[in-house]
């Protein structure tokens, strides 16, 4: 079937592709790439991948792509689904006969229940959906496809069986041609990665537990399966010889460092290939670990720290404390090694206290840039379920994680300190981070250096102060 891939349109801004940890939109204007739909994309032959919100299509002009399609797959989140249900809405109405289906974790764990607020839908994917696509793009009747719920002509829901876990991740095709084809990759920027940059997985799962953590508990799973340090490294030959422009490469694994002689075989494979690159790591990587890998091109680590506080870390299952997270933050500092740290407020066991002492432990550990978020209750996660159990949310009604605008909302409350506390906390957080003088004169020296990074710093600059100004100003 002619394929279409889609992250549809949604809020200006809004990054809902599944390389985001978090749906929303951000303080500074970012995306990721859409990895979970360019990778069954590289499956289906002829098929087209199109990032809406990256490109800056309206509803008009992404109708106007799909019509032409015969089978149209969306991605979609929690965040999302309203706004891309009513797209799907709007094809069915004008392509009838289109088959539409949706993949992501919000259909992945209310399979039913997306199908009935949805009946432009025709099936939705549970479990991993890679081979689902493509069985469903090469004509496979729904009948016969392992790991769907579907329509049936009478309009009744069926579904089928799951779908067996990916084993071998070496026989998946490579997601960058699919970028190469069908995106604009000056369409993709972070502001703690070198610009353009590319992020891709050399993995799957997560061996850690966090509570909060979306795509372990929903389609990942909880084994890390990996890809061959051979494989991956094929690929980022194949990008420096046909993307010459990519500055930099995010492999955007949950943790890389999981298997550390892996990822120091990988690290000196990059060393020998030249390249720089950043990825996701637990703060407890050994010194011997970290070294190698700064000896061989890495340049930057993203660090969910989470909290500050040892109790809320133990909460929430994050396998690890506050003491070894200073002694791998003081290794970075020594190696010169950059780092993006993560930090969660409203998780459980949080006070006015931990905020303090969060905020505290981020300046004493002194990460280069930070990302500061707000719980998310996503369906599907232990924290959804504690939520529900205690009443932190309220039960029964349909939990909003963004507003009308598409940013992060304080969904959970606590009888000791409510959500408007907690969604205020994070603008008080990202005033005493980063208006420190040591961190200003910092991000002046940057700027000293390169034209470039300061024409960058400004345009962040500007869009950071309009999220503080509307942050200060609403909790809805």
Not at 5 to 11: D, K, T
Not at 113 to 138: H, K, M, N, P, W
Not at 216 to 235: D, F, I, M
Not at 430 to 438: D, I, N, V
Request: aromatic content about 10%; proline content about 5%.
């Amino acid at each position: 079937m002619n394929t279409l891939f889609l992250q549809a349109p949604s809020f200006d801004g809004f990054d809902g592709g599944a390389g985001s940890r978090y749906q929303c939109k951000r303080e500074i204007k970012s995306f990721w790439y859409p990895t979970w739909l360019a990778q069954p994309a590289a499956l289906v032959e002829g098929s087209r991948l199109v990032d809406a919100p990256a490109d800056g299509l309206s509803v008009e002009q992404t109708l106007t792509i799909a019509q032409d399609y015969e089978l149209v797959i969306m991605h979609t989140s929690t965040p999302s689904f309203q706004a891309d249900a009513r797209f799907a809405e709007l094809l069915k109405a004008h392509s009838p006969d289109t088959m539409i289906g949706m993949v992501g974790a919000k259909v992945a764990v209310d399979a039913e229940g997306s199908l009935r607020a949805c009946r432009a839908l025709d099936f939705v994917a549970r479990e991993e959906f890679d081979y689902t696509c493509r069985d469903i793009a090469q004509g496979m009747p729904l009948a016969t496809v392992d790991g769907i719920s579907y329509r049936q002509p009478d309009g009744q829901l069926r579904h089928n069986p799951p779908r067996a876990i990916i084993e071998n991740m070496d026989a998946l095709p490579f997601v960058t041609p699919v970028y190469k084809r069908n995106l604009n990759i000056r369409n993709y920027f972070l502001g703690y990665l070198n610009y353009p940059y590319v992020s891709l997985y050399t993995g799957r799962g997560c061996r850690s537990r966090c509570t909060f953590c979306l795509w372990p508990q929903t389609v990942g799973g909880h084994r890390y399966r990996t890809r061959s340090p051979e494989n991956v490294l094929a690929e980022v030959r194949w990008i420096k010889e046909n993307m010459p422009e990519v500055k930099e490469i995010m492999f955007d694994d949950d943790t890389f460092t999981d298997f550390k002689p892996r990822a120091e075989e990988i690290a000196r494979g990059l060393g020998e290939l030249g390249v720089m690159w950043s990825c996701n790591a637990k703060a407890n990587v050994p010194y011997s670990t970290l070294k190698i890998m700064k000896e061989n091109g890495l340049r930057l680590l993203l660090v969910g720290y989470e909290s500050g506080d040892d109790q809320i870390l133990l909460n929430i299952k994050k396998g690890l404390r506050t003491d070894i997270a200073r002694r791998f933050a003081a290794d970075c500092r020594e190696l010169d090694i950059a780092v993006h740290g993560t930090f969660i407020l409203g998780l459980p066991g949080e006070t006015r206290e931990t905020i303090a002492k969060s905020i505290a432990f981020a300046k004493e550990i002194n990460p280069r840039t930070i990302q500061v978020s707000l719980a998310a209750p996503y369906p599907g996660t232990r924290l959804y379920q504690q939520a529900l159990e205690n009443n932190w949310i309220p039960p029964n009604k349909t939990i909003n994680l963004v507003n009308a605008s598409g940013e992060q909302l304080a969904t959970i409350s606590y009888p000791h300190l409510s959500s408007e506390e907690i969604y205020h906390g994070v603008e008080a957080f990202y005033k005493s981070f980063y208006f420190r003088p040591a961190k200003i004169w910092e991000i002046i020296s940057e700027m000293m250096r390169s034209w470039d990074m300061t024409r960058r710093r400004l345009r962040e600059g500007t869009e950071f102060f309009r999220f503080l100004r509307s942050h200060g100003a609403s909790h809805s």
